[in-house]
T-cell receptor, first 115, second 111 residues
C-alpha cells in the first residue's frame, strides 16, 4: 500500500505569510507525529495526534504554529506569519500503535524556505 | 532541557572498515530507537531496544542498550557503500508520545 505522503514537497514563503502543510498518513494508523528538522540536525518533536485527539503539543515553538487532524486521518500543520527561523524540513510520521513505542513511518517531508 | 547526545558528528571510513556511533542521555530512557536517513531522504526505522543491557543484531549491524538505559550504540562491521547516510538514535524520556532525537552521525565512505 501507499506510504506516508506530504504536500507540498517544497514551499517558499515570504516573511509574514501563512503556510499550510499537509500530511496523509498510512491508512488506519492511529498515531501521527509532526517534526521539524533543521539542516544537519535530528528531527525535533512538534506535536502528536492519537486519532483526532492532539495529546501532546508541547514541541510547538510558538503560538504561530497550529496543527489539526479533524477526522483522525489527514493532518495539517499551519504556520502563521512565517519567520526566517521557521525555514526547515517538516516531517510527518505515522504509526499503527497509540504511542511512540513503535516504528514510525515517515513521509518525504516539506522543505519550507522563508525569505 | 532534556537531551540525547550523539557522537561523533561525522565519521569517514574506508569501505570495509567498521563504524560506530554512540548515544548518551541525561536521563533514563524508556526505549531507544535507531533510524537511518539517506542523503535527501527521510528517516527509516532500523530497530527498537527496550530492555536494560539488550543487544540486537541485524546482519552487519549490532545495537546495544546500556545497563542503566542511558546510553546506546550502533556498530556496523565491514561498511559498504550502501551504508552511507546519517544514523540517528531517538528515545522516550517522560512523555509516551515524544521521541527525543540525537543530532545524528553521518557515515561517509572515502573514495
Amino acid at each position: 500500500g501507499a506510504g506516508v505522503s506530504q504536500s507540498p514537497r517544497y514551499k517558499v514563503a515570504k516573511r509574514g505569510q501563512d503556510v499550510a502543510l499537509r500530511c496523509d498518513p498510512i491508512s488506519g494508523h492511529v498515531s501521527l507525529f509532526w517534526y521539524q528538522q533543521a539542516l544537519g540536525q535530528g528531527p525535533e518533536f512538534l506535536t502528536y495526534f492519537q486519532n483526532e485527539a492532539q495529546l501532546d503539543k508541547s514541541g510547538l515553538p510558538s503560538d504561530r504554529f497550529f496543527a489539526e487532524r479533524p477526522e483522525g486521518s489527514v493532518s495539517t500543520l499551519k504556520i502563521q506569519r512565517t519567520q526566517q527561523e521557521d525555514s526547515a524540513v517538516y516531517l510527518c510520521a505515522s504509526s499503527p500503535i497509540g504511542d511512540a513505542y513503535n516504528e514510525q513511518f515517515f513521509g518525504p517531508g516539506t522543505r519550507l524556505t522563508v525569505l | 532541557g532534556q537531551q540525547v547526545m550523539q557522537i561523533p558528528q561525522y565519521q569517514h571510513v574506508q569501505e570495509g572498515e567498521d563504524f560506530t556511533t554512540y548515544c548518551n542521555s541525561s536521563t533514563t530512557l524508556s526505549n531507544i530507537q535507531w533510524y537511518k536517513q539517506r542523503p535527501g531522504g527521510h528517516p527509516v526505522f532500523l530497530i527498537q531496544l527496550v530492555k536494560s543491557g539488550e543487544v540486537k543484531k541485524q546482519k552487519r549491524l549490532t545495537f546495544q542498550f546500556g545497563e542503566a538505559k542511558k546510553n546506546s550504540s550502533l556498530h556496523i562491521t565491514a561498511t559498504q557503500t550502501t551504508d552511507v547516510g546519517t544514523y540517528f538514535c531517538a528515545g522516550i524520556m517522560d512523555s509516551n508520545y515524544q521521541l527525543i532525537w540525537g543530532a545524528g552521525t553521518k557515515l561517509i565512505i572515502k573514495p
